[in-house]
């Protein structure tokens, strides 16, 4: 049964929500007790709960763990088909990760980096709040940012507690975005919160199913605080019942191969990244690299102040430690709490350093972050807003990219573009006749890799989500996309150039439509690494071309457009690597026939002339400018 586009009110969906759904499931692994009402799972064989640990072979260690990675996958299947908001099945902005009873991470899905660190805080949260009090059939709820650690407040977590018996085996863990969780604006992220209250709601970890059960008080709370009660509870909805899924999948796995085997195995592979990872460290050598700094263009409330993120390495044997430094908090929500940033900084140096291995805790291990003292940018005090965290991660991003690049040169890619951000519109669905709220992810252009160019149009390497198509947009809400296409000139020039960034225009179709932008890069582009030149910036407008033109700032909050209003936002293109005096000429003569590269550009800053009439190379006059510096 699912809930029906119109006509549907609170008590339908209260019925169909999670005890129903999760009967669709394979009843010999979760059945009604009849005298309680509750769900149960059946009893694993005592043989396999009461089994001696035995020493793992390697075929048993692959053929488990290789188990644990393809569930962990599966569930990012099982939401892609089951989830409600376009966020959620054209943007894929959720993660699903596996972790041992002890809080430790030992698998994760299609990976987004900035979920993986407040999964594993909120687990420790819920084993300390909960100790003693959790339960077979429980699934516990979080989204507060300071409580037990979050992103943002529209990130709504769902944890569920792995059980053999009566024996807790481990937890299943998912984080998934909601379009609309009440706040100050429509879509809930504010461009110019000034406290965390304005953010939306507030759940500290609470338990959404006792025993099978569903909170219905919680249900009702979460439902009566949100602009769009069916897709915010029917994403709800996917997330638990696709843990439960996942606690069946379990299930067979510790009945096939015994308790005791399934967590050696687990705790085997962690030890095995770690002791990997290492190796690979002890072979850079020792030394401080770095400072690297990089800014933000504002916080969306002070807009003549830019805020500045600082990283330096220092490699000793084995071991890795980011030092980190910022400006004093924000007003505005660009703060990034440590836990969030811990792991991306984390997923970065694995993606350098041990790109085959998988990700488990024991990558952790070797990697120390320090960071600077509380009421900070990346150490903010409560009740600071941090909406659009996203931000400063990719800043973060940026200057932890640079000091890898300086510490292994030749392997590490330039910084991306770091100006991906996100669109939200709401308003009143002249079709639908009820409240809809549009959430929409944009990304740039990545870094240029240490012997090739960026690729155009993707993502951050700590974001990981893709954008919405504009098929799925226009069939769902009321705008019209006028274009989508990559921007010219907008890659950081270099030996190898960065990606190029795109650009989106929004027709609005809505007699009225509330618009909030939060992204960054229009004062501060990606500055690239060795010898590249910056980026070109982003920008935004609004009604480009006519006389009703009005330039945007990068953080809009609570802009109320009308219909037939044209929004239009260019995103900057990746940073370079190199020199672009040493780029070939034949490759920029071939980005100018695509159209990524002017003439101008190719001359002023790769010192190459074309012929204008057949785009031929004059190689006496390339050679002669590049000699004297590209100076046109």
């Known amino acids: 049964m699912q809930i029906k586009e119109k006509g549907c009110n609170r008590s339908?969906?209260?019925?169909?929500?999670?005890?129903?759904?999760?009967?669709?499931?394979?009843?010999?692994?979760?059945?009604?007790?009849?005298?309680?009402?509750?769900?149960?799972?059946?009893?694993?064989?005592?043989?396999?709960?009461?089994?001696?640990?035995?020493?793992?072979n390697a075929i048993?260690?692959?053929?488990?763990?290789?188990?644990?990675?393809?569930?962990?996958?599966?569930?990012?299947?099982?939401?892609?088909?089951?989830?409600?908001?376009?966020?959620?099945?054209?943007?894929?902005d959720f993660t699903?990760?596996?972790?041992?009873?002890?809080?430790?991470?030992?698998?994760?899905?299609?990976?987004?980096?900035?979920?993986?660190?407040?999964?594993?805080?909120?687990i420790q949260e819920i084993r300390r709040v909960y100790r003693g009090k959790i339960e077979p059939g429980d699934a516990f709820i979080v989204n507060h940012p300071y409580r037990a650690c979050q992103n943002h407040a529209t990130d709504i977590t769902i944890i569920s507690p792995m059980f053999v018996g009566e024996r807790l085996t481990g937890f299943i863990g998912n984080i998934a975005h909601k379009p609309d969780l009440g706040g100050k604006v429509p879509g809930t992220n504010s461009g110019d919160a000034t406290d965390l209250f304005q953010e939306g709601l507030l759940i500290p970890p609470l338990k959404l199913l006792r025993r099978g059960e569903l909170n219905s008080d919680l249900y009702e709370m979460i439902c009566a605080n949100t602009r769009t009660?069916?897709?915010?509870?029917?994403?709800?909805?996917?997330?638990?019942?696709?843990?439960?899924?996942?606690?069946?999948?379990?299930?067979?796995?510790?009945?096939?191969?015994?308790?005791?085997?399934?967590?050696?195995?687990?705790?085997?592979?962690?030890?095995?990244?770690?002791?990997?990872?290492?190796?690979?460290?002890?072979?850079?050598?020792?030394?401080?690299?770095g400072p690297e700094s990089d800014y933000l263009d504002d916080d969306g409330v002070d807009l003549d102040r830019p805020y500045?993120?600082?990283?330096?390495?220092?490699?000793?044997?084995?071991?890795?430690?980011?030092?980190?430094?910022?400006?004093?908090?924000a007003r505005g929500p660009i703060n990034l709490r440590p836990c969030v940033s811990r792991n991306f900084i984390e997923c970065c140096v694995k993606m350098v350093f041990a790109p085959q291995l998988?990700?488990?805790?024991?990558?952790?291990?070797?990697?120390?972050?320090?960071?600077?003292?509380?009421?900070?940018?990346?150490?903010?005090?409560?009740?600071?807003?941090?909406?659009?965290?996203?931000?400063?991660?990719?800043?973060?991003?940026?200057?932890?990219?640079?000091?890898l690049a300086h510490a292994l040169p030749g392997r590490v890619p330039a910084p991306g573009s770091a100006a991906g951000g996100s669109l939200s519109t709401a308003g009143y669905h002249p079709r639908w006749g009820r409240w809809y709220s549009q959430y929409e992810i944009f990304s740039g252009g990545s870094g240029a890799r240490p012997h090739g160019d960026g690729v155009s149009a993707m993502d951050e390497l700590v974001v990981n989500v893709m954008n919405t198509p504009v098929e799925a947009v226009e069939s769902e809400f009321p705008v019209r996309?006028?274009?989508?296409?990559?921007?010219?000139?907008?890659?950081?020039?270099?030996?190898f150039r960065g990606g190029l960034g795109t650009r989106r225009q929004w027709r609005i179709l809505a007699e009225e439509s509330v618009i909030n932008l939060r992204t960054d890069r229009f004062k501060f582009s990606s500055p690239g690494v060795f010898g590249a030149k910056p980026a070109r910036p982003s920008q935004a407008c609004l009604n480009p071309g006519t006389p009703q033109e009005r330039p945007l700032t990068s953080k809009v909050a609570n802009l109320r457009l009308k219909k037939g209003d044209l929004l239009s936002w260019e995103l900057a293109g990746g940073g370079g690597w190199g020199d672009p005096l040493q780029r070939d000429p034949e490759r920029v003569r071939q980005d100018v026939l695509c159209g990524y590269v002017s003439l101008e550009v190719a001359r002023t800053d790769y010192g190459v002339v074309l012929n204008p009439e057949d785009l031929s190379i004059d190689r006496e006059a390339t050679a002669r400018l590049r000699a004297e510096g590209a100076r046109s």
């Not at 994760?108 to 993986?116: E, N, R």
Request: proline share 8%.
């Open 358 to 403: 998988p990700v488990n805790d024991g990558l952790s291990r070797p990697v120390r972050i320090s960071y600077p003292p509380e009421g900070s940018l990346l150490n903010p005090r409560y009740p600071a807003p941090v909406n659009m965290y996203v931000r400063p991660s990719q800043i973060t991003t940026s200057v932890i990219v640079r000091v």
């Open 481 to 495: 996309v006028e274009s989508y296409e990559l921007v010219p000139d907008s890659a950081g020039p270099g030996t």
């Open 229 to 289: 009660p069916e897709v915010t509870w029917g994403d709800i909805n996917a997330q638990a019942n696709t843990n439960v899924y996942g606690l069946e999948r379990f299930t067979e796995l510790f009945g096939k191969y015994g308790v005791d085997k399934v967590l050696s195995c687990w705790e085997r592979w962690m030890e095995i990244c770690e002791t990997e990872l290492r190796k690979e460290i002890a072979k850079v050598p020792a030394g401080l690299y």
């Open 60 to 92: 048993d260690l692959e053929v488990i763990y290789q188990s644990t990675l393809q569930i962990a996958r599966e569930l990012t299947l099982n939401m892609l088909r089951t989830g409600y908001s376009t966020i959620i099945k054209e943007s894929q």
């Open 12 to 56: 339908q969906m209260k019925e169909w929500i999670v005890p129903r759904a999760v009967k669709q499931y394979n009843p010999a692994t979760l059945e009604r007790d009849p005298s309680t009402g509750c769900f149960r799972r059946p009893q694993v064989s005592a043989a396999s709960t009461s089994q001696e640990k035995k020493e793992l």
């Open 308 to 329: 500045r993120i600082t990283a330096s390495l220092e490699v000793k044997g084995d071991r890795l430690h980011f030092i980190l430094d910022s400006d004093p908090q």
């Open 96 to 122: 699903f990760a596996i972790f041992d009873a002890r809080g430790r991470m030992v698998a994760q899905g299609i990976p987004q980096p900035l979920h993986i660190g407040p999964l594993a805080a909120q």
